[in-house]
C-alpha cells in the first residue's frame, strides 16, 4: 500500500461516481490483526479516561517544517466549558513528532500559513466563539484572542472542523457554520456560510472579515430525510467562483455533498435542492477537498462505503475504509484506491482525515480509533490516536484508473 512506515512517536497525555480497482486494492488493505494502528502513531488517548482525539490538522511551514493540532472532545474533556487544543512539531518530514505547546480555549481548528506566518482558526468550545491565532515561532506560542482586534473574530455560537482556507481574488476564504438557532438538535441548528478577508489584511482583526448571509437547516430537502449539512470546503468552482461543498446528512444513503455557490463576498446564490446535492462517495462523513493544478482535478480523502455495508445502517457511521478519490468538476467523483481500512466498522475508523500536497506526494492525519494494549476505542467516532500517513506519488492512481477500464 501507499502508506508510510510504522512507527510510533510522542504520546500525548491521558451517479456520476466511479470505482476503480478497488475491491482488488481492499483484499490487501493494511491495518488487520494488530494491536497498533498503521502510520506514524503521533498521539494515543486510553479509551477509560472519557478523553478522544478530534479534529486533526496539517500545516507545512514555508521552512519544511510540519506542524499538526488536535483538539479533545468527550465526557471526560473541557470541551464545552474551555477546549484544549495540542500542537506538535516534526522536522523530519513526519517521521517523528515531538509536542509543542497546549492551548486553553481552543476547539474545531485548522492550521495554515499565510504570508509565511502560522495561524489557526476556529472556535473557542464547543459551539463556541469564532477566533483566530497567530504563531510566529512554529507554533511554540501563540496570539490570546481576548478581544476583536487579537483574535476574537465573531461573538455567537459556531460549527466547524480542520477546514480549507483557500486564497483567491485577493481575498482569503473559510467555510464555518452557524449554529444560532431557535433549537440545539444536531444538525437541525446548522446554517451554511463563508467568512473572508482582504490577503493584506490584519487576520486578527475581526473588522477584516466579512460574513455571507448563512443558509439554513431545510427539513423538506431529500425527500424530508434531510439531517444537516455541515463541515463546509470553501472551493473555487471550474466556472471560477467561490462555493461551499458540504457534507451531508442523510440517513438511508446514498451519499451527497451539497454545493452552495456565493454570488458576492457576502451572500449566496439560491440553493436548488433538485441540482445542487452532489453524488459523493463519503459525502456523510467529514472531507477535506482541494485543487491541484498539474492534474487539473480536485482531491479528496473520504470515508468510503465498501459494499457489504452499503444500505445496512447510516453511512456517517462507518468509517473504517479511508479512500482516494478525485473529480474534474465538484460533480462527478472517482474512487481510486484504498489508503487504510480494517474490516470492522464498530471500533475501528480512519476519520476527518486533513491533509496536505507535498510536491508529488499527498501527506495526511487521520483520527483514528484502533485497537491498543488496553481496550481499544470507544467506538469508531471516538478515536483514540491521531496517525500520520503519506501517499506516494498519488496521482499515479489517474493512470491505474486508465489501466482498469
Known sequence: ????????????????????????????????????????????????????????????????????????????????????????????????????????GQ????????????????????????????????????????????????????????????????????????????????GKRYSAMIISAPDSADLLQAASWSVTDSLPYDSTYLDGKFGAWLEGNAVVTPDGNVADLLRVDYAPGPEYAALIRLRDSVSFDPFDPEKDFVRMPGGAKKFTVRYDSLSGRYWSLVNYVTQEWAGKQNPAWIRNTLALSSSPNLQEWTVHRTVLHHPDIAKHGFQYADWLFDGNDIVLLSRTAYDDNGTGAHNCHDANYMTFHRIKDFRKALTEQAGNR
Open 1 to 104: 500500500m501507499f502508506l508510510s512506515n510504522r512507527k510510533n512517536s510522542t504520546f500525548c497525555p491521558g451517479t456520476g461516481v466511479m470505482l476503480i480497482g478497488f475491491l482488488l486494492i481492499l483484499a490487501t488493505a493494511v491495518g488487520c490483526g494488530s494491536d497498533r494502528p498503521p502510520g506514524t502513531v503521533i498521539c494515543h488517548y486510553n479509551q477509560q479516561d472519557s478523553i478522544y482525539v478530534g479534529s486533526p490538522s496539517l500545516c507545512i511551514l514555508p521552512d519544511g517544517t510540519y506542524i499538526a493540532s488536535h483538539d479533545e472532545f468527550g465526557p471526560g474533556s473541557s470541551s464545552t466549558t474551555a477546549a484544549v487544543t495540542r500542537i506538535y512539531r516534526s522536522e523530519d518530514r513526519g517521521e517523528h513528532w515531538r509536542p509543542v505547546t497546549r492551548l486553553d
Open 107 to 186: 476547539f474545531w481548528s485548522n492550521l495554515f500559513v499565510h504570508r509565511g506566518i502560522l495561524f489557526l482558526m476556529g472556535t473557542d468550545k464547543e459551539h463556541g466563539n469564532l477566533i483566530i491565532r497567530r504563531s510566529e515561532d512554529r507554533g511554540n506560542t501563540w496570539s490570546s484572542p481576548i478581544d476583536s482586534i487579537t483574535g476574537l473574530l465573531r461573538m455567537g455560537e459556531y460549527h466547524t472542523a480542520p477546514m480549507p482556507v483557500i486564497s483567491y481574488r485577493g481575498r482569503i476564504w473559510r467555510a464555518v457554520e452557524c449554529a444560532r438557532s431557535n433549537t440545539d438538535i444536531w
